[in-house]
């Protein structure tokens, strides 16, 4: 088992930046591979980035690229996920997942086996 857990959500206005952090811990050994993926209401989940722990590989969505960052630290069992230059439509609730079974970054909701709770994130006009 891996658990999850997300933090540094929060209001922001339009133009603003956040930075979403994930603790992961347990079976650690065996994450090969992070995402973040997020939900607005109404809407389906999708997904925003991925990151290949082994190699700090990315992957992005087009509607974020250029404007957010996925990083991680192993040290620190640790990704994060930084959002710059932010638009109403970014407004979600964002999710990280984690991956074992997989060996690149992946941008489908099934590659991954864990899933915390998520961080509301609200961009204001």
């Known amino acids: 088992q891996v658990q999850l857990v997300e933090s540094g959500g929060g209001l922001v206005q339009v133009g603003g930046s956040l930075r979403l952090s994930c603790a992961f811990s347990g079976r650690t050994a065996s994450t090969y591979a992070m995402g973040w993926f997020r939900q607005a209401p109404g809407k389906e989940r999708e997904f925003v980035a991925a990151i290949r722990l082994t190699d700090s590989g990315t992957n992005y969505a087009d509607s974020v690229k250029g404007r957010f960052t996925m990083s991680r630290d192993n040290a620190k069992n640790t990704v994060y996920l930084r959002m710059n230059r932010l638009k109403p439509e970014d407004t979600a609730v964002y999710s990280c997942?984690?991956?074992?079974?997989?060996?690149?970054?992946?941008?489908?909701?099934?590659?991954?086996?864990?899933w915390g709770q998520g961080t509301q994130v609200t961009v204001s006009s």
């Open positions: 997942a984690a991956a074992e079974m997989i060996s690149h970054a992946c941008s489908g909701y099934g590659c991954y086996d864990y």
